[in-house]
Protein backbone atom coordinates (compact mmCIF):
# COMPACT_ATOMS: atom_id res chain seq x y z
CA UNK A 1 0.00 0.00 0.00
CA UNK A 2 1.69 3.21 -0.82
CA UNK A 3 1.16 6.82 0.81
CA UNK A 4 -0.52 7.80 -2.50
CA UNK A 5 -3.27 5.19 -2.40
CA UNK A 6 -3.69 5.54 1.23
CA UNK A 7 -4.46 9.16 0.99
CA UNK A 8 -6.95 8.69 -2.14
CA UNK A 9 -9.60 7.01 -0.27
CA UNK A 10 -12.13 8.84 0.94
CA UNK A 11 -14.17 6.21 2.58
CA UNK A 12 -12.93 7.31 6.10
CA UNK A 13 -15.14 4.83 8.22
CA UNK A 14 -15.66 3.35 10.71
CA UNK A 15 -17.74 1.12 8.02
CA UNK A 16 -19.78 -1.94 9.55
CA UNK A 17 -20.02 -5.18 7.42
CA UNK A 18 -23.26 -7.42 8.11
CA UNK A 19 -22.62 -10.85 6.24
CA UNK A 20 -19.05 -12.38 5.43
CA UNK A 21 -19.44 -13.85 2.72
CA UNK A 22 -17.63 -13.46 -0.66
CA UNK A 23 -19.12 -9.76 -1.50
CA UNK A 24 -18.86 -8.58 2.51
CA UNK A 25 -15.56 -10.27 2.73
CA UNK A 26 -14.09 -8.56 -0.52
CA UNK A 27 -15.01 -5.32 0.43
CA UNK A 28 -13.50 -5.77 3.78
CA UNK A 29 -10.05 -6.81 2.45
CA UNK A 30 -10.35 -3.95 0.17
CA UNK A 31 -10.71 -1.43 2.93
CA UNK A 32 -8.49 -2.84 5.47
CA UNK A 33 -6.08 -2.82 2.66
CA UNK A 34 -6.64 1.47 2.49
CA UNK A 35 -6.57 1.61 6.54
CA UNK A 36 -9.86 1.97 6.79
CA UNK A 37 -11.44 0.48 10.21
CA UNK A 38 -13.53 -1.97 9.63
CA UNK A 39 -15.86 -4.39 12.07
CA UNK A 40 -17.77 -7.65 10.78
CA UNK A 41 -20.65 -9.26 11.94
CA UNK A 42 -22.43 -12.73 10.56
CA UNK A 43 -24.81 -15.49 11.46
CA UNK A 44 -21.88 -17.92 11.19
CA UNK A 45 -19.23 -17.65 13.77
CA UNK A 46 -16.85 -20.03 11.42
CA UNK A 47 -17.30 -17.49 8.78
CA UNK A 48 -17.07 -14.65 10.62
CA UNK A 49 -13.88 -15.77 12.52
CA UNK A 50 -12.37 -16.41 8.97
CA UNK A 51 -13.32 -13.19 7.50
CA UNK A 52 -11.33 -11.84 10.49
CA UNK A 53 -8.32 -14.02 10.05
CA UNK A 54 -8.12 -13.39 6.78
CA UNK A 55 -7.58 -9.87 7.62
CA UNK A 56 -11.24 -8.15 7.01
CA UNK A 57 -11.23 -6.79 10.02
CA UNK A 58 -12.37 -7.24 13.92
CA UNK A 59 -15.24 -8.77 14.92
CA UNK A 60 -17.80 -6.15 16.27
CA UNK A 61 -18.52 -5.77 19.96
CA UNK A 62 -20.50 -2.84 22.15
CA UNK A 63 -18.18 -1.12 22.55
CA UNK A 64 -17.31 -0.45 18.92
CA UNK A 65 -17.55 3.12 18.03
CA UNK A 66 -20.41 4.32 15.70
CA UNK A 67 -20.07 2.88 12.24
CA UNK A 68 -20.62 6.01 9.17
CA UNK A 69 -21.12 3.53 7.05
CA UNK A 70 -22.96 0.35 7.27
CA UNK A 71 -22.91 -2.67 4.38
CA UNK A 72 -25.32 -5.26 4.09
CA UNK A 73 -24.32 -8.13 2.15
CA UNK A 74 -26.33 -11.20 2.62
CA UNK A 75 -28.23 -13.00 -0.05
CA UNK A 76 -31.73 -10.54 -1.18
CA UNK A 77 -34.15 -12.59 1.00
CA UNK A 78 -32.90 -11.72 4.14
CA UNK A 79 -31.57 -8.47 3.29
CA UNK A 80 -34.71 -5.94 3.68
CA UNK A 81 -35.00 -7.06 7.64
CA UNK A 82 -31.29 -6.36 8.24
CA UNK A 83 -31.52 -3.28 6.23
CA UNK A 84 -34.36 -1.86 8.74
CA UNK A 85 -32.39 -3.47 11.98
CA UNK A 86 -28.95 -1.48 10.95
CA UNK A 87 -31.16 1.92 10.70
CA UNK A 88 -33.30 1.25 13.74
CA UNK A 89 -29.59 0.07 15.80
CA UNK A 90 -27.14 3.09 14.21
CA UNK A 91 -28.81 6.10 13.89
CA UNK A 92 -26.23 8.15 12.24
CA UNK A 93 -25.34 6.11 9.69
CA UNK A 94 -25.20 5.24 6.00
CA UNK A 95 -26.61 1.90 4.61
CA UNK A 96 -26.39 0.36 1.62
CA UNK A 97 -26.84 -3.59 0.70
CA UNK A 98 -25.35 -4.69 -2.20
CA UNK A 99 -28.10 -7.41 -3.32
CA UNK A 100 -28.11 -8.61 -6.83
CA UNK A 101 -32.34 -7.63 -6.82
CA UNK A 102 -33.17 -3.75 -5.43
CA UNK A 103 -36.61 -3.59 -6.37
CA UNK A 104 -38.01 -6.33 -4.01
CA UNK A 105 -36.03 -4.95 -1.39
CA UNK A 106 -37.24 -1.17 -1.19
CA UNK A 107 -40.64 -2.77 -1.12
CA UNK A 108 -40.24 -4.56 1.79
CA UNK A 109 -39.04 -1.41 3.39
CA UNK A 110 -40.93 0.81 2.31
CA UNK A 111 -43.86 -1.44 3.75
CA UNK A 112 -41.88 -1.09 6.82
CA UNK A 113 -42.07 2.04 7.12
CA UNK A 114 -45.25 2.31 6.64
CA UNK A 115 -45.80 0.48 9.27
CA UNK A 116 -42.98 2.23 11.38
CA UNK A 117 -42.36 5.97 10.60
CA UNK A 118 -39.37 6.03 12.79
CA UNK A 119 -37.49 3.99 10.37
CA UNK A 120 -35.74 6.27 8.38
CA UNK A 121 -34.93 5.32 4.79
CA UNK A 122 -33.47 8.56 3.74
CA UNK A 123 -30.11 7.07 5.13
CA UNK A 124 -30.61 4.04 2.75
CA UNK A 125 -29.23 3.37 -0.72
CA UNK A 126 -29.35 -0.06 -2.25
CA UNK A 127 -26.45 -0.74 -4.55
CA UNK A 128 -25.02 -3.68 -6.34
CA UNK A 129 -21.28 -4.25 -7.10
CA UNK A 130 -21.85 -6.29 -10.67
CA UNK A 131 -18.58 -8.45 -9.62
CA UNK A 132 -18.18 -12.02 -8.10
CA UNK A 133 -16.94 -16.07 -8.94
CA UNK A 134 -18.46 -19.51 -8.97
CA UNK A 135 -16.74 -20.01 -5.65
CA UNK A 136 -18.95 -18.74 -2.71
CA UNK A 137 -17.51 -17.34 0.83
CA UNK A 138 -15.13 -15.83 2.42
CA UNK A 139 -12.20 -18.11 1.44
CA UNK A 140 -12.97 -17.01 -2.04
CA UNK A 141 -12.36 -13.13 -1.23
CA UNK A 142 -10.09 -10.81 -2.92
CA UNK A 143 -9.46 -7.10 -1.99
CA UNK A 144 -9.13 -6.87 -6.22
CA UNK A 145 -12.85 -8.06 -7.09
CA UNK A 146 -14.08 -4.87 -7.46
CA UNK A 147 -11.33 -3.42 -9.90
CA UNK A 148 -12.44 -2.43 -12.87
CA UNK A 149 -16.31 -3.78 -12.16
CA UNK A 150 -19.62 -1.90 -12.87
CA UNK A 151 -20.99 -0.80 -9.21
CA UNK A 152 -24.77 0.48 -9.59
CA UNK A 153 -25.76 2.49 -7.14
CA UNK A 154 -29.77 2.56 -7.13
CA UNK A 155 -30.76 5.29 -4.94
CA UNK A 156 -34.85 5.66 -3.86
CA UNK A 157 -36.78 8.77 -4.08
CA UNK A 158 -35.93 9.49 -0.59
CA UNK A 159 -32.20 8.61 -0.52
CA UNK A 160 -30.58 11.80 0.73
CA UNK A 161 -27.81 13.32 -1.37
CA UNK A 162 -25.16 12.92 1.18
CA UNK A 163 -26.04 8.82 1.70
CA UNK A 164 -25.62 8.60 -2.13
CA UNK A 165 -22.44 10.12 -2.26
CA UNK A 166 -21.04 7.76 0.47
CA UNK A 167 -21.54 4.93 -1.37
CA UNK A 168 -20.68 6.50 -4.23
CA UNK A 169 -17.40 7.05 -2.71
CA UNK A 170 -17.59 3.62 -1.60
CA UNK A 171 -17.61 1.89 -4.77
CA UNK A 172 -15.12 4.54 -6.48
CA UNK A 173 -12.26 3.74 -3.61
CA UNK A 174 -13.26 0.15 -4.00
CA UNK A 175 -11.54 0.80 -7.84
CA UNK A 176 -15.21 0.48 -9.60
CA UNK A 177 -17.10 2.40 -12.35
CA UNK A 178 -20.00 3.61 -11.29
CA UNK A 179 -23.52 3.20 -12.68
CA UNK A 180 -26.66 5.11 -11.74
CA UNK A 181 -30.01 3.74 -11.99
CA UNK A 182 -33.33 3.33 -10.58
CA UNK A 183 -34.04 0.20 -8.83
CA UNK A 184 -36.63 -1.45 -11.25
CA UNK A 185 -34.19 -0.22 -14.53
CA UNK A 186 -31.64 -2.12 -12.40
CA UNK A 187 -33.71 -5.58 -12.04
CA UNK A 188 -34.41 -5.52 -15.85
CA UNK A 189 -30.77 -5.02 -16.60
CA UNK A 190 -29.07 -7.36 -14.90
CA UNK A 191 -32.06 -9.92 -15.51
CA UNK A 192 -30.75 -9.94 -19.20
CA UNK A 193 -26.89 -9.78 -18.15
CA UNK A 194 -27.03 -11.82 -15.18
CA UNK A 195 -29.97 -13.93 -14.42
CA UNK A 196 -30.95 -15.53 -17.67
CA UNK A 197 -27.42 -16.68 -18.92
CA UNK A 198 -27.62 -18.10 -15.30
CA UNK A 199 -30.47 -19.85 -16.08
CA UNK A 200 -29.22 -20.97 -19.60
CA UNK A 201 -25.90 -22.40 -18.09
CA UNK A 202 -28.00 -24.48 -15.63
CA UNK A 203 -29.95 -25.78 -18.02
CA UNK A 204 -27.38 -27.12 -20.75
CA UNK A 205 -25.60 -27.77 -18.14
CA UNK A 206 -28.76 -30.58 -16.53
CA UNK A 207 -28.56 -32.13 -19.81
CA UNK A 208 -24.89 -33.40 -19.27
CA UNK A 209 -26.27 -35.61 -16.37
CA UNK A 210 -26.80 -38.53 -18.45
CA UNK A 211 -24.44 -37.67 -21.13
CA UNK A 212 -22.05 -40.74 -21.32
CA UNK A 213 -18.58 -39.84 -20.29
CA UNK A 214 -17.14 -40.84 -23.47
CA UNK A 215 -19.23 -38.36 -25.37
CA UNK A 216 -17.91 -35.76 -22.50
CA UNK A 217 -14.62 -36.58 -23.29
CA UNK A 218 -15.15 -34.77 -26.96
CA UNK A 219 -15.72 -31.37 -24.61
CA UNK A 220 -14.02 -28.04 -26.32
CA UNK A 221 -13.88 -25.01 -25.01
CA UNK A 222 -17.50 -24.37 -26.21
CA UNK A 223 -19.26 -26.50 -23.64
CA UNK A 224 -16.80 -24.67 -20.87
CA UNK A 225 -17.61 -21.38 -21.96
CA UNK A 226 -21.32 -22.31 -21.62
CA UNK A 227 -21.42 -23.76 -18.56
CA UNK A 228 -18.64 -21.97 -16.51
CA UNK A 229 -21.79 -20.42 -13.90
CA UNK A 230 -23.37 -23.43 -14.09
CA UNK A 231 -21.13 -24.13 -10.80
CA UNK A 232 -22.81 -21.39 -9.21
CA UNK A 233 -24.29 -21.84 -5.41
CA UNK A 234 -28.16 -22.62 -5.78
CA UNK A 235 -29.38 -21.70 -2.62
CA UNK A 236 -27.88 -18.16 -3.41
CA UNK A 237 -29.58 -18.24 -7.42
CA UNK A 238 -32.78 -19.10 -5.71
CA UNK A 239 -32.70 -15.90 -3.77
CA UNK A 240 -32.10 -14.18 -6.31
CA UNK A 241 -34.06 -15.23 -9.05
CA UNK A 242 -37.18 -15.39 -6.98
CA UNK A 243 -36.71 -12.00 -6.11
CA UNK A 244 -36.49 -10.80 -9.62
CA UNK A 245 -39.20 -12.89 -10.92
CA UNK A 246 -41.41 -10.52 -13.19
CA UNK A 247 -38.02 -10.01 -14.97
CA UNK A 248 -36.94 -13.08 -15.39
CA UNK A 249 -40.10 -14.14 -16.46
CA UNK A 250 -40.64 -12.08 -19.30
CA UNK A 251 -37.05 -12.71 -20.88
CA UNK A 252 -37.74 -16.90 -20.57
CA UNK A 253 -40.94 -16.40 -22.33
CA UNK A 254 -38.81 -14.95 -25.04
CA UNK A 255 -36.60 -17.91 -24.71
CA UNK A 256 -39.48 -20.22 -24.71
CA UNK A 257 -40.92 -18.64 -28.37
CA UNK A 258 -37.07 -19.21 -29.80
CA UNK A 259 -37.33 -22.66 -28.46
CA UNK A 260 -40.23 -22.99 -30.26
CA UNK A 261 -39.26 -21.95 -33.32
CA UNK A 262 -36.25 -24.34 -33.18
CA UNK A 263 -38.29 -27.16 -32.16
CA UNK A 264 -40.61 -26.32 -35.55
CA UNK A 265 -37.47 -26.42 -38.02
CA UNK A 266 -35.53 -29.67 -36.41
CA UNK A 267 -39.40 -31.58 -35.83
CA UNK A 268 -39.52 -30.72 -40.19
CA UNK A 269 -35.94 -31.64 -40.69
CA UNK A 270 -36.42 -34.52 -38.32
CA UNK A 271 -39.73 -35.72 -40.43
CA UNK A 272 -39.19 -34.64 -44.18
CA UNK A 273 -34.78 -34.38 -44.34
CA UNK A 274 -32.67 -31.69 -44.03
CA UNK A 275 -34.55 -29.88 -46.70
CA UNK A 276 -37.48 -29.84 -45.20
CA UNK A 277 -39.36 -26.60 -46.51
CA UNK A 278 -38.26 -24.17 -43.87
CA UNK A 279 -36.02 -25.95 -41.85
CA UNK A 280 -32.89 -24.55 -43.00
CA UNK A 281 -34.86 -20.68 -42.54
CA UNK A 282 -35.76 -21.36 -38.90
CA UNK A 283 -32.53 -22.34 -38.14
CA UNK A 284 -30.83 -19.72 -39.82
CA UNK A 285 -32.94 -16.93 -37.93
CA UNK A 286 -32.21 -18.47 -34.55
CA UNK A 287 -28.38 -18.55 -35.01
CA UNK A 288 -28.97 -15.25 -37.32
CA UNK A 289 -30.73 -13.19 -34.45
CA UNK A 290 -27.92 -14.54 -31.60
CA UNK A 291 -25.25 -12.81 -34.11
CA UNK A 292 -26.96 -9.36 -33.49
CA UNK A 293 -27.21 -10.06 -29.81
CA UNK A 294 -23.75 -10.66 -29.54
CA UNK A 295 -22.87 -7.69 -31.87
CA UNK A 296 -24.43 -5.80 -29.44
CA UNK A 297 -22.16 -6.51 -26.23
CA UNK A 298 -19.33 -3.48 -25.95
CA UNK A 299 -16.18 -4.31 -26.31
CA UNK A 300 -13.67 -4.37 -23.68
CA UNK A 301 -13.02 -0.39 -23.58
CA UNK A 302 -17.00 -0.50 -23.91
CA UNK A 303 -19.25 1.14 -27.14
CA UNK A 304 -18.74 -0.69 -30.41
CA UNK A 305 -17.39 -3.83 -29.75
CA UNK A 306 -14.52 -4.19 -32.34
CA UNK A 307 -13.22 -7.08 -34.69
CA UNK A 308 -10.08 -8.63 -33.80
CA UNK A 309 -8.16 -11.02 -35.93
CA UNK A 310 -7.32 -14.30 -34.20
CA UNK A 311 -3.86 -16.08 -33.50
CA UNK A 312 -3.96 -19.87 -32.89
CA UNK A 313 -0.60 -21.26 -31.31
CA UNK A 314 -0.28 -24.31 -29.86
CA UNK A 315 1.55 -24.41 -26.18
CA UNK A 316 2.85 -27.00 -24.25
CA UNK A 317 1.17 -27.95 -20.73
CA UNK A 318 4.56 -26.93 -18.54
CA UNK A 319 4.91 -24.48 -16.24
CA UNK A 320 6.05 -21.37 -17.55
CA UNK A 321 4.93 -21.82 -21.15
CA UNK A 322 1.81 -19.63 -21.07
CA UNK A 323 3.70 -16.77 -19.74
CA UNK A 324 6.47 -17.12 -22.36
CA UNK A 325 4.27 -16.65 -25.11
CA UNK A 326 2.40 -13.69 -23.46
CA UNK A 327 5.83 -12.38 -22.77
CA UNK A 328 7.07 -13.14 -26.04
CA UNK A 329 4.14 -11.18 -27.79
CA UNK A 330 5.05 -8.16 -25.86
CA UNK A 331 8.61 -8.31 -27.23
CA UNK A 332 7.10 -8.40 -30.74
CA UNK A 333 5.09 -5.43 -29.88
CA UNK A 334 1.37 -6.54 -30.30
CA UNK A 335 -1.16 -5.61 -27.88
CA UNK A 336 -3.50 -8.72 -26.87
CA UNK A 337 -7.01 -7.10 -27.40
CA UNK A 338 -8.15 -10.54 -25.86
CA UNK A 339 -7.78 -14.21 -25.12
CA UNK A 340 -9.25 -17.71 -24.93
CA UNK A 341 -7.95 -20.69 -24.04
CA UNK A 342 -8.55 -23.96 -25.27
CA UNK A 343 -7.53 -27.29 -23.62
CA UNK A 344 -8.07 -30.73 -25.39
CA UNK A 345 -9.14 -33.64 -22.98
CA UNK A 346 -5.43 -35.97 -22.32
CA UNK A 347 -3.79 -34.07 -24.91
CA UNK A 348 -0.27 -32.32 -23.41
CA UNK A 349 -1.11 -28.68 -25.28
CA UNK A 350 -3.60 -26.45 -25.61
CA UNK A 351 -4.69 -23.35 -28.27
CA UNK A 352 -4.04 -20.56 -26.92
CA UNK A 353 -6.34 -17.60 -29.22
CA UNK A 354 -5.08 -14.86 -29.20
CA UNK A 355 -6.73 -11.22 -30.37
CA UNK A 356 -5.39 -8.69 -32.03
CA UNK A 357 -5.64 -5.77 -34.54
CA UNK A 358 -6.30 -7.41 -37.81
CA UNK A 359 -3.14 -5.13 -39.38
CA UNK A 360 -0.95 -7.18 -36.29
CA UNK A 361 -2.09 -10.33 -36.94
CA UNK A 362 0.37 -11.32 -40.31
CA UNK A 363 3.40 -9.68 -38.54
CA UNK A 364 2.75 -11.81 -35.42
CA UNK A 365 2.55 -15.08 -36.67
CA UNK A 366 5.81 -14.38 -38.73
CA UNK A 367 6.99 -13.45 -35.99
CA UNK A 368 5.97 -16.41 -33.17
CA UNK A 369 6.93 -18.93 -36.04
CA UNK A 370 10.36 -17.11 -36.15
CA UNK A 371 10.56 -17.89 -32.20
CA UNK A 372 9.51 -21.64 -32.97
CA UNK A 373 5.82 -21.37 -31.50
CA UNK A 374 3.84 -23.56 -33.53
CA UNK A 375 1.04 -21.25 -35.07
CA UNK A 376 -2.07 -23.05 -36.59
CA UNK A 377 -3.30 -21.18 -39.63
CA UNK A 378 -6.53 -20.17 -39.67
Known sequence: MTAEAADATATTGPVHIVGTGLLGTSIALALTARDVPVTLTDTSPSALALSRDLGGGSIATAADPEPALVVVAVPPDVTADLVAAQLRARPHAVVTDVASVKGIILTELTEMAAADPGLDLTRYVGSHPMAGRERSGAGAASADLFLGRPWVVAAHEQSAAAAVLAVRTLAVDLGAAVATMAPAEHDDAVAAVSHLPQLMSSLTAAQLVDT????LAL????????????ASDPRLWSAILTGNAAAVLDLLRGVRTGLDELIAALTAAAEDGPLAPGAVAGLAAVIGAGNEGVAKVPGKHGGTRKRYAEVSVLVPDEPGELGRLFSEVGEIGVNIEDFQMEHSPKQKVGMAIVSVMP????????????????????
Open 359 to 378: TAAARLEAALEERNWRVVAQ
Open 219 to 230: AGQGLRDVTRVA
Open 212 to 215: PDSA
